[in-house]
């Protein structure tokens, strides 16, 4: 019965990232691809990036550092710079995934994403926390990234920006869905505000994706003093 | 298959993965002091808006232009997610929105 129960809320997690985001991860993927052979990785190189970096967005940043000739050490470095913000995200999953085995655990942190992450928690908002439902998603939008890299690798430059269809503004368009109905308290509404202003000052000022890092650290503290213990009256 | 840029990708990836599993495998069993409880309840709030505000307000560092329809397709989607709660719904009239005017105007 925990068996079916697993399957079918992985399932859950399968499609709600299908109805979202998944075409739109497929498009990025496909740019992906075509931009990594135009930068001339083979194709066996870019299914070999994949699998073993498994990151998007510091995919996309790689790729002009490989065109560069940039020294490994440098692709390494600023990956791990890129991924900084993930320590925050698995943070706050953490205590959701208190009853996985270790092993269990070691698998999931491999699919920790922006959007596995916030679909997930949108999910836990309303419904017992399962690490399946993160499971299906990540594995969802995995999936969706492979097929289109692959697609993309092989139809090299024929793939139509995503812009054109709007394709771009399902990443926002779904964090803000996911945020809005949940900014319910005055507290949370001071935390968002706060992250609002730091990540923009420091996008525009910094850029890259420090700003997430910057802003989830810093706004953060303010729950400390505004909000309401956890247990306690919300 | 240059092996050299194999080995970078496999680097590249234990960089990723150190970002990711240290936290989880820390913080899953253990029961957090009440700040920093309050701290952890803000940060899903924080990292959200963090991802999703420059998307919309900035492109490629820079403001977006005022005939992109980026800004009022966000304010539909907030407002019809706090409405209705259906996140496919909000999404796609915010996608619909966006994909017409930019249609529209090329």
Redesign the interface.
Request: hydrophobic share 65%.
């Given at each position: 019965m925990a068996r079916a129960g697993w399957r079918g809320e992985a399932w859950t997690g399968v499609r709600?990232a299908a109805?979202?985001v998944v075409p739109s991860v497929v498009a990025y993927g496909a740019v992906w691809g075509g931009l990594a052979r135009q930068t001339g990785?083979?194709l066996?190189?870019v299914v070999?990036?994949c699998l073993?970096?498994?990151?998007g967005t510091?995919q996309f940043v790689?790729l002009p550092m490989l065109a560069a000739g940039a020294p490994?050490w440098l692709?390494?470095?600023t990956?791990?710079i890129v991924?900084?913000?993930?320590?925050?995200?698995?943070?706050?999953?953490?205590?959701h995934?208190?009853t996985?085995s270790?092993w269990r655990?070691?698998l999931?942190?491999?699919g920790?994403s922006?959007e596995a992450?916030?679909l997930s928690?949108?999910r836990f908002a309303r419904h017992p926390a399962r690490p399946a439902y993160f499971a299906g998603c990540a594995g969802a939008l995995y999936l969706a990234f492979y097929a289109g890299a692959a697609a993309g690798a092989v139809l090299g430059s024929r793939i139509p920006d995503p812009?054109?269809?709007?394709?771009d503004?399902?990443?926002?368009?779904?964090?803000?869905?996911?945020?809005?109905?949940?900014?319910r308290a005055r507290?949370?509404w001071g935390?968002?505000a706060?992250?609002?202003v730091?990540?923009?000052a420091v996008?525009?000022r910094i850029?890259g994706t420090w700003?997430?890092a910057?802003?989830?650290l810093?706004?953060?503290?303010?729950?400390?003093w505004?909000?309401?213990?956890?247990g306690g009256r919300a | 298959m240059r092996s050299g840029l194999v080995l970078t990708f496999a680097a590249m990836g234990v960089a990723t993965y150190l970002t990711r599993a240290p936290l989880l495998f820390a913080l899953a069993r253990r029961r957090l002091p009440p700040w920093l409880a309050r701290y952890f309840a803000a940060l899903p709030i924080a990292l959200i808006t963090a991802l999703a505000l420059p998307l919309v307000i900035l492109a490629d560092g820079r403001p977006v232009p005022p005939w992109d329809p980026q800004i009022p397709a966000a304010v539909l989607v907030a407002l019809l997610a706090r409405r209705t709660g259906n996140l496919l719904l909000s999404v796609a009239a915010g996608v619909v929105l966006v994909a017409g005017v930019r249609a529209f105007l090329s």
């Open positions: 709600d109805s979202t990785l083979s066996g190189e070999a990036m073993l970096v498994s990151a510091a790689a490994a692709l390494v470095v990956t791990y991924n900084l913000r993930h320590y925050l995200m698995a943070a706050s999953l953490a205590p995934f208190a996985l270790r655990l070691a999931l942190a491999h920790l922006d992450y916030a928690l949108a812009r054109r269809f709007g394709l503004f399902v990443f926002p368009a779904v964090f803000i869905a996911i945020l809005a109905p949940s900014l507290w949370q935390v968002a706060a992250a609002a730091i990540a923009l996008a525009w850029g700003h997430i910057v802003a989830g810093a706004a953060s503290a303010l729950g400390v505004l909000a309401p213990s956890p | -």
